[in-house]
């Protein structure tokens, strides 16, 4: 009957390249998992932003009331490319004709309503989301929102 020797050096060379092994193994295993649960991309991968039109009262000392009217929230970032539907509830105000400047996009929030804006931006920059009927202090705004693209 024929024994195997190993020497104390090689036992531990085998098992620290097993322990190596496995861990690799470990890591590829978990990274596969991540990638297929957390990193899909898809043509149809659609973000959404939700927003809210808001209004603020206050009444002076003298009686006078002022009203401000604001997008909440007042500023959003998107990436370059991406896509994006802008949910936007009509809270406050009766209703809100807006535009985006610089772009064709236009549409109305209507109270007790949700206006869907899809977003898709090719180019860098500041756009800002303007209400038409708040668009001064004199019309209790200006009530616009920043949407920042990198």
């Known amino acids: 009957m024929k024994f195997l020797v190993f020497k104390k050096e090689t036992f531990i060379f085998f098992l620290a390249v097993g322990i190596m092994l496995a861990a690799i193994s470990t890591w590829f295993v978990l990274k596969a998992g991540d990638t297929a649960v957390f990193n899909q991309q898809s043509e149809d991968n659609i973000r959404e932003i939700h927003m809210v039109t808001a209004e603020f009262k206050t009444t002076m000392k003298n009686g006078k ?9 007042g500023t959003i970032f ?7 539907n802008l949910f936007i509830s009509g809270i406050n105000g009766e209703k809100h004709p807006f535009y985006i400047e610089g772009t064709e ?3 109305e929030v209507k109270k007790g309503e949700e206006t869907i804006v899809p977003l898709q931006f090719n180019k860098e920059g500041t756009y800002r989301l303007i209400c038409e009927v708040h668009s ?4 209790n705004g200006p ?5 920042i693209v990198d």
């Open 65 to 73: 009331q002022l009203e401000a009217y604001r997008w909440d929230p």
């Open 78 to 84: 998107l990436e370059k490319g991406e896509k994006v």
């Open 105 to 107: 996009i236009k549409g």
């Open 136 to 139: 001064s202090r004199d019309h």
């Open 143 to 147: 009530m616009i929102a920043y949407i």
